[in-house]
Nanobody
Framework: VQLQASGGGLVQAGGSLRLACAAS????????VGWFRQTPGKEREFVAVISGSGGATYYADSVKGRFTASRDNAKNTVYLQMNSLKLEDTAVYYC?????????????????WGQGTQVTVSS
C-alpha cells in the first residue's frame, strides 16, 4: 500500500484544516488508517485512527473533540478534519495503514507510511 498525505499548510490559531491520505495498491477497506504527528526532537505521536470500515475511531486526548477522522473507501482516501487548531498542533502529520482493520494507537502496529505533510499554526 502506498500512501500520500496532503492538505497541510499555514493556519491561524482557531482555524481549520483538512488533511487527506490517498492510498493506492492493496485492499484499502481492510486497513485501519492512523494519523500521527512529529515535531523536531520528539518522537512521533499518535493523533487519531479509523477502522477499515470507518465504523470505529479513536483519538488522542489532546485532539479529542477538535479532530475528526473519516474515510471514503470508494475513493481510497482517509481524511482528518482539524478544527480549533492550537499552536501546539504544529507538526508534520503522517498517515499510516495497518495490515488489520482494527484500530490501534502504537506506531509499531503500522506497516505503511505516507511521506508527511506540514501543519503550522500561527498566533
Amino acid at each position: 500500500v502506498q500512501l500520500q498525505a496532503s492538505g497541510g499548510g499555514l493556519v491561524q490559531a482557531g482555524g481549520s484544516l483538512r488533511l487527506a491520505c490517498a492510498a493506492s495498491g492493496g485492499t484499502f477497506s481492510t486497513s485501519a488508517v492512523g494519523w500521527f504527528r512529529q515535531t523536531p526532537g520528539k518522537e512521533r505521536e499518535f493523533v487519531a485512527v479509523i477502522s477499515g470500515s470507518g465504523g470505529a475511531t479513536y483519538y488522542a486526548d489532546s485532539v479529542k473533540g477538535r479532530f475528526t477522522a473519516s474515510r471514503d473507501n470508494a475513493k481510497n482516501t482517509v481524511y482528518l478534519q482539524m478544527n480549533s487548531l492550537k499552536l501546539e498542533d504544529t507538526a508534520v502529520y503522517y498517515c499510516a495503514a495497518r495490515r488489520s482493520f482494527v484500530v490501534h494507537s502504537a506506531t509499531q502496529e503500522y506497516s505503511y507510511w505516507g511521506q508527511g505533510t506540514q501543519v503550522t499554526v500561527s498566533s
